[in-house]
Structure formats: structure tokens, C-alpha cells
């Protein structure tokens, strides 16, 4: 998976929840744009218009906790999220953002939370499994990610994906 460098916006607090992510009041939103113009509102209401395609974001514990709505990941991969670093996240979102094809989470060591700051350059080396700082030329170590999830991702979503020797998708 070709992981760009991008910049990184960070909100460092645990438990960052569905609700925050995309308030339920957006959630009869169905237009990807339009519905991304309100990703993290809960807590930065200018989130929108600091993002740029290929940027990350970098969190803390249990991200994506609360509902199973999928309106979060598609919002934060509209907007231009690739990927989300944090220690741990909910097993419902991480399977929403992988199956849908959205975007990456990646768990990192909590204490790399406190190594890289909001605004940060950074890439992503997943066959090494490190996070490289570009402004501080500093490398974190990630947890690694199967062949699979990976695969999913790139073939946009589970639907699309097939370890298929003939390439069908099902």
C-alpha cells in the first residue's frame, strides 16, 4: 500500500467517540462532501478546513468508540484522512474503516502520542513497520498490519477485495 507523507492532526484524548467524529444530527446527510464538511465537529468545528488529502490523524485510546455508524469513517476519508494513528481503537470502527475501503487505522505505542505534534510531516513505512517523522527525523515503531487488511483497503473496501488467484471480486 503506497502510504503518502502527509501532515498530522493531532487531538490527543482517549474515547474520541462516533458522535464526535460526525454528530448524530448530520447523520441524514448522505453526500460524502457534504457530510465530511462536518467530520470532528464535536470537537473542532474548523476540522474541515485545516485537512488535506493525504493527511493523518493522530489520536488517542479507543477511537471510534460509541455507535457503529459508518458515517464516520467515510466522512474522515472524504475529507482526506489516509489514515488514523492510535494506541487502540473500537472494533467496530476499525472494521467500518477497513471494509469499507476508507481508510487505515494504525496502532502505535501510547507514548508515541506525546512524540509527534500537531502539524507534524510524517510517512508511513508499512512494510517496516514504522512512522517516520520528516520534521523531526525521528522513527516510531507500529503494530503490524496483516497482508489482508491491507488488501482490503486498497482494493476499496471488502466488497472489491479477492484473494482470488483469477482476480474476481465477490
Given at each position: 500500500m503506497n502510504i503518502k507523507?502527509?501532515?498530522?492532526?493531532?487531538?490527543?484524548r482517549d474515547n474520541i467517540d462516533t458522535d464526535?467524529?460526525?454528530?448524530?444530527?448530520?447523520?441524514?446527510?448522505?453526500?460524502?462532501?457534504?457530510?465530511?464538511?462536518?467530520a470532528m465537529e464535536g470537537i473542532d468545528?474548523?476540522?474541515?478546513?485545516?485537512?488535506?488529502?493525504?493527511?493523518?490523524?493522530?489520536?488517542?485510546s479507543n477511537f471510534g468508540c460509541g455507535s457503529s455508524r459508518e458515517h464516520a469513517p467515510i466522512a474522515l476519508s472524504t475529507l482526506g484522512i489516509q489514515?488514523?494513528?492510535?494506541?487502540?481503537?473500537?472494533?467496530?470502527?476499525?472494521?467500518?474503516?477497513?471494509?469499507g475501503g476508507y481508510l487505515l487505522p494504525i496502532e502505535i505505542e501510547r507514548s508515541t502520542i506525546d512524540l509527534i505534534e500537531d502539524g507534524n510531516t510524517i510517512e508511513i513505512d508499512?512494510?517496516?513497520?514504522?512512522?517516520?517523522?520528516?520534521?523531526?527525523?525521528?522513527?516510531?515503531?507500529?503494530?503490524p498490519l496483516s497482508d489482508m487488511i491491507i488488501k482490503i483497503v486498497e482494493a476499496g473496501g471488502?466488497?472489491?477485495?479477492?484473494?482470488?488467484?483469477?482476480?474476481?471480486?465477490g
Open positions: 507523507k502527509g501532515r498530522v492532526h493531532k487531538y490527543n464526535v467524529i460526525i454528530p448524530g444530527p448530520y447523520l441524514k446527510i448522505h453526500e460524502p462532501k457534504e457530510l465530511a464538511s462536518h468545528p474548523d476540522f474541515h478546513n485545516k485537512v488535506s488529502p493525504g493527511d493523518f490523524l493522530l489520536c488517542g489514515a488514523i494513528l492510535a494506541p487502540s481503537f473500537a472494533r467496530i470502527f476499525y472494521r467500518n474503516a477497513v471494509d508499512l512494510p517496516n513497520y514504522k512512522v517516520l517523522n520528516l520534521d523531526k527525523n525521528e522513527t516510531y515503531g507500529i503494530k471488502l466488497l472489491y477485495y479477492s484473494d482470488d488467484a483469477k482476480g474476481s471480486t
